[in-house]
């Protein structure tokens, strides 16, 4: 799916976002990994796809969406996620070059301006 999108944005000169949802610690029950996707099926939208991206990380595919969005996608997701106890960890890749980890916001805050 991932290399299909590189094409498709290669093309259109959109690039794209995906993020990445570590749960391998936190979702321990088939339940609750359900519940998690269905938060998250509840706030993309119709082009955007998700999938396993492998068996730790769920991966979030979002078309024509820079890093901004993504990352506010992502907070929405975790905070409606959330218990008291945990926050669920996500990196965000954007075609063609960018890396975001929690790690590195304040050193590339201007991205998100």
């Given amino acids: 799916m991932i290399k299909k ?3 498709r944005s290669d093309r259109s000169n959109y690039g ?3 993020i990445l949802f570590n749960i391998s610690l936190f979702f321990d029950t088939e339940e609750n990994i359900f519940s998690f996707l269905e938060n998250i099926i509840m706030r ?12 730790r990380n769920i991966g979030l595919i979002l078309p024509d969406t820079k890093l901004n969005g993504a ?4 907070k929405q997701i975790v905070s409606a996620s959330n218990s008291d106890a945990f926050d669920i960890p996500y990196n965000i890749f954007v075609y063609p070059n960018f890396w975001w980890t929690p ?3 304040v050193e590339n805050r201007s991205f998100f301006e």
């Fill in 44 to 55: 993309i939208r119709i082009s955007d796809e998700i999938g396993w991206y492998n068996p």
């Fill in 16 to 18: 794209f976002s995906l």
């Fill in 71 to 74: 990352h506010n996608l992502a």
């Fill in 103 to 105: 790690e590195n916001d």
């Fill in 5 to 7: 999108e590189r094409f």
